[in-house]
């Protein structure tokens, strides 16, 4: 279940073998979320980091893809409830992922942008280009800098990419694009509640990466505790207020709200505790990967990142075969092959191994495991060239408003704007932020 890096690993492992497949998901397509913020800070298309299931499955001869949207699952009668259909199993490998965590910080699942989705991407490059049309016939300074000002929550590294990506966009084609509007008047802010960012990283680069963004005109807070979201500012715990129209919230993850619904045991941050095999407690035939699985080695939770779900996806798929032939399903064991964060044009920090560098060389080797990682010839391919023109001539190949489709079953539109996640909701009801374990997102894949 869930067609992201956890289920597609686990998917194709199991189609080399003579066991029947099937991969479901909501969407049709897989999503590199890792360049999902390239999305919304107009630097890639939607479908350069998106690619149909089905065209991955198409020459394995076990896999199967269903597009449906998982409802329930019945444990005991080892049935998956889905949209429209009941898929009986006798396998499960649930990789359903995450959601945003808000921390219960008043205001922030209403009015914060959050960025897992493909839809959210969108929806975010739509709202900042907005932002530029309504500031350029705005007759008020302070109404221009409140939609003129970027506020973007949590210094890890989809944070701190995030908050390059828009500088640069802003300092290079847009500005360009509004010749009217006063350079003075556009302020990115990213906000961290712990010192140094990205944290977890070492000094060194924590220094260069905070050095780096400050030279490409980002205001970077660290220490800076958000307590409140409204729809045209953020108010921070020190008693800060900043009029902004626009808050992304990269401050935390949290796993899908779904496995609680669905039975499953969940620990404090939502995601399932399973065996050191990966598998559901009492529940051999289930098997939890990924962003939704908490897994714990050196008494540490496992990171949200690629490479763990990656990793689990294609263990959870050869445990399976050890017990279809008999045999006892082994512990997993993560290998770390380290972290990178790109800062922007020829900058990033990375962390391999022992070794640590930044700069130039980082930020070609962080290029290159992306575009190696990338799924599919032709998106390698548009990836490449939307990166070198934009390399070349400052420029971002795509700043187009499209509007978006809501969903049948959408709320309101008011709603629409950010529609809080499963569960989130619940989160407006206080509570004090906190740095969360899962902030950090390594781009090492
Ligand atoms: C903006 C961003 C940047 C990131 N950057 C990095 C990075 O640089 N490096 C890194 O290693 N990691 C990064 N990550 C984290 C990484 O993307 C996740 O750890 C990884 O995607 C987890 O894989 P997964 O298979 O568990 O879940 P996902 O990849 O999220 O896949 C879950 C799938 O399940 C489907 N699904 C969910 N619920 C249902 C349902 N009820 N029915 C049917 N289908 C369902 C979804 O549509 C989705 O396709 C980033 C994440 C984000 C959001």
Redesign the pocket.
């Known amino acids: ?9 686990a998917a194709r492992a199991l189609a080399q073998t003579p066991v029947d497949a099937l991969l ?4 049709n ?9 390239q999305v ?1 800070a107009a630097e890639l298309e939607p479908e350069d980091i998106a690619y149909p299931v089905r065209s991955i499955l198409r020459t394995l001869r076990h896999a199967r893809f269903a597009l ?4 329930a699952i019945d444990l005991a009668g080892r049935v998956v409830k ?1 949209t429209e259909r009941s898929i009986p199993y006798d396998f499960l490998i649930l ?4 959601v945003s965590h808000f921390f219960g910080v008043p205001g922030a699942a209403r009015y914060a942008f959050p ?3 493909m839809e959210q ?1 969108i929806g975010l490059r739509n709202h900042i280009l907005g932002c530029f049309e309504r500031a350029a016939h705005e007759p008020s300074a302070e109404g221009r800098r409140r939609a003129l000002t970027f506020a973007i929550v949590g210094g890890g ?2 944070g701190v ?2 908050a390059g990506a828009l500088a640069e966009l802003i300092r290079g084609p847009l500005l360009r694009d509004f010749p009217g509007l006063d350079p003075r008047e556009v302020c990115v802010v990213l906000l961290e509640a712990r010192e140094g960012i990205p944290p977890g990283l070492p000094e060194g680069l924590r220094a260069y990466t905070e050095g780096r963004l400050r030279r490409m005109g980002v205001e970077v807070r660290v220490r800076a505790v958000v307590a409140e979201v409204t729809p045209h500012a953020v108010h921070l715990r020190d008693g800060t207020v900043i009029p902004t129209e626009t808050v992304v919230w ?1 401050a935390g ?1 949290r796993g ?1 709200p ?1 496995a609680r619904v669905w039975g499953l045991p969940t620990a404090a941050d939502g995601r399932v505790k399973v065996l050191p095999t990966l598998q559901v407690p009492n529940h051999p035939e289930v098997y939890v ?5 908490c897994v714990e080695e050196g008494g540490r939770p496992l ?8 990793q ?2 294609v263990a959870a798929a050869r445990n399976i075969l050890r017990q279809v032939r008999g045999a006892d399903p082994q512990p997993f064991r993560y290998r770390d092959r380290g972290t ?2 790109a800062i922007g044009r020829n900058a990033a920090v990375a962390c391999l191994g022992r070794r640590r560098f930044s700069g130039f060389p980082a930020w070609i080797v962080w290029l290159s495991v ?1 575009i190696f990682k990338l799924i599919g010839f032709r998106n390698r391919l548009l990836v490449m060239i939307n990166w070198a023109w934009d390399y070349l001539f400052y420029e971002r190949a795509v700043r187009l408003i499209l509007p978006l489709q809501a969903r049948p079953s959408s709320q309101p539109a008011a709603e629409v704007r950010h529609p809080p996640a499963p569960g989130q909701a619940a989160e407006e009801s206080g509570g004090a932020p906190k740095p969360g374990p899962d902030g950090p ?5």
């Open positions: 279940m869930g067609a992201g890096f956890g289920g597609l690993w479901v998901d909501r969407n397509y897989h999503a590199f979320l890792p360049l999902l913020y919304a449906a949207d998982v409802e889905a990789a359903t992922g995450s960025l897992k989705t991407g590294p989809t990419e995030f990269t993850v899908d779904s990967v990924g962003d939704l699985a990171p949200m990142v690629a490479p763990v779900a990656i689990q996806g990178m964060v992306h997102k390594p781009s090492a894949l």
